[in-house]
């Protein structure tokens, strides 16, 4: 049985921009200096991103961004 369709929670550009290189692999702090922020900053961006998406690890983050079309490699 299959679930219904529910619509994406809306994220913020920067929860966005967390999101998909959280995905991509990258760290915390690999986020936070990429990003110019703390990664104390980071860690609240992935817990307001985990509340909006039900995610309650990284690994299931990086499920939603793939299957919402985040996180994907760039096109060459």
Do not use: C, W
Not at 2 to 7: E, K, Q
Not at 40 to 63: C, E, W
């Amino acid at each position: 049985m299959s679930r219904p369709a529910t619509a994406a929670p809306a994220l913020s550009g920067r929860e966005v921009q967390v999101l998909e290189l959280l995905a991509r692999g990258a760290t915390y702090d690999a986020i936070a200096r990429r990003l110019h922020l703390s990664p104390h900053t980071v860690d609240t961006y992935l817990r307001r991103i985990r509340s909006k998406t039900g995610a309650t690890n990284r690994v299931q983050l990086a499920l939603f961004a793939f299957s919402h079309g985040h996180g994907l490699p760039p096109a060459s």
